[in-house]
């Protein structure tokens, strides 16, 4: 069994800064995509970012030339800078990660950002 493990979320206010960073516990754990998602309250989970192992990131529109995702293969991990952060990114963020077809999450980690 492998966990993801989160950290960085917080409190920040409109036009700050956070990093997320989620780590696998099995280094040698190989995942076909890794990324991120969010949930706000009242609201479905919704992709952030992904990438597929040896790919490029995908972003939701929402994002877009704000946020960046990146993967350390060395380490297993995702990263999420995020960056002129706005009310609307106020969200529990969670780390996915895929591996032939199954699904691995970690347990979410909240992001604020006050106006």
């Known amino acids: 069994q492998v966990q993801l493990v989160e950290s960085g979320g917080g409190l920040v206010q409109t036009g700050g800064s956070l990093r997320l960073s989620c780590a696998a516990s099995?280094?040698?754990?190989?995942?076909?995509?890794m990324g991120w998602y969010r949930q706000a309250p009242g609201n479905q989970r919704e992709l952030v970012a992904r990438?597929?192992?040896?790919?490029?990131?995908n972003y939701a529109d929402s994002v877009k030339g704000r946020f960046t995702c990146s993967r350390d293969y060395a380490k297993n991990t995702v990263y999420l800078q995020m960056d002129s952060l706005e009310p609307e990114d106020t969200a529990v963020y969670f780390c996915?990660?895929?591996?032939?077809?199954?699904?691995?999450w970690g347990q979410g980690t909240q992001v604020t950002v006050s106006s």
């Open positions: 099995r280094r040698t754990f190989s995942f076909d995509a």
């Open positions: 990438i597929m192992r040896g790919g490029s990131p």
């Open positions: 996915n990660a895929v591996k032939s077809g199954l699904n691995f």
